[in-house]
């Protein structure tokens, strides 16, 4: 893997886009508290929970070859040893639930035997039989995993604000959109 001691500019805008994209499909579940059953507000609030999760799983796919081919900065050498493997260890969970997510929400909507619609796009059925019991097992995982990448992202956000606040170093400035030249 080649290292570099940056972040390109096309990994920072995809940590952004993913982040927000993350926190709107989040968002969007609420639909289901806002509107009743039946009402069509509720299932457009779903077909575009899917849509812009297929979206993220793509943006995803992107991301992880970026990573496999840029590598990532070292992190700074004031950092004590059980503070990388922290950080390692986040960043690793935090790229395993960007992957996990789409994957249970793809297999879900087809266990419930929906096809996977992109925006209207185009549409991709279910290759199996639906499984109602199936579908409610990844369900709950989906949504577990869904409030584990918040809190995670939570505690990771806190870390980086330590990081510039406490520790003034530039982990935080070198994630932002103004200090790259690398665009790959
Ligand atoms: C990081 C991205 C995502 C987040 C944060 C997220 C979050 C959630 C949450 C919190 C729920 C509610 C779970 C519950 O009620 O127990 C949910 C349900 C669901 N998600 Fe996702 N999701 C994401 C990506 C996806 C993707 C990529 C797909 C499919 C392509 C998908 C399909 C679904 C479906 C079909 C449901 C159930 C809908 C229903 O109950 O009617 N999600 N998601
Ligand atoms: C859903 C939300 C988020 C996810 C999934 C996420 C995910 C990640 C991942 C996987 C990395 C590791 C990058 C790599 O080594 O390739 C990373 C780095 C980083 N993230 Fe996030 N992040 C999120 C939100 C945030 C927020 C809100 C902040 C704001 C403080 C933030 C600040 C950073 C910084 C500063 C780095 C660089 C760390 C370093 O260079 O070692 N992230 N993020």
Known sequence: MMRSNVYSSSQKALHWLLFVLVLGLYGLTFGD??????????DFAW?????FGLLLAALVVWRVVLRLINGAPELPASM???ERILAKTGHVALYALLIVIPILGILLTWFRGDALSFFGLFTIPAPFQPDRS???LIKELHGLCANGIL???????????????VRKDDVLTRMLPASSTLTR
């Not at 077909?47 to 849509?51: A, D, G, R």
């Open 151 to 165: 809190i995670l992202a939570g505690l990771h956000a806190g870390a980086g604000l330590w990081h510039h606040f």
């Open 134 to 136: 199936t579908a409610g």
């Open 47 to 51: 077909w575009l929970h899917i849509s």
């Open 80 to 82: 004590t040893g059980i």
């Open 33 to 42: 508290s806002l509107f009743q059953r039946g009402d069509p507000y509720r």
